[in-house]
């Protein structure tokens, strides 16, 4: 049920990175945006599962908490740390920009 709720979450924010790139750029932007996305999450679900299996069995801590769950979770947290860096930078350069432009 975690896995789903974490999977869940992780397509509403490809949805939303995507339109709003697609609003505020153009469709090839919001398209590789989605893409990144994609590959950030594919590529750190093998890293901390690799890192969570050092900590945790195979089958788990109990039906709930499976070894997925809590890497899937461990991933979860290092892409909010990341993707508010990422995002927010540039954020923070766009309006940047427009306050020089003026």
Not at 4 to 30: D, P, Q, R, W
Not at 45 to 61: E, M
Not at 78 to 93: D, R, S, V
Request: charged share 15%; net charge neutral; aromatic share 20%.
């Amino acid at each position: 049920m975690i896995e789903v709720i974490i999977f869940y979450g992780h397509v509403i924010f490809l949805v939303y990175i995507f339109t709003k790139n697609f609003i505020e750029e153009n469709f090839t932007s919001a398209l590789l945006s989605s893409i990144f996305i994609v590959v950030i999450f594919t590529v750190g679900w093998t890293f901390s599962a690799f890192v969570i299996g050092l900590f945790i069995p195979d089958q788990g801590l109990s039906r709930i908490l499976t070894k997925a769950a809590f890497s899937l979770t461990f991933l979860t947290i290092l892409e909010l740390i990341f993707y508010k860096f990422y995002y927010g930078g540039k954020k923070a350069a766009k309006s940047n920009l427009s306050e020089t432009a003026s």
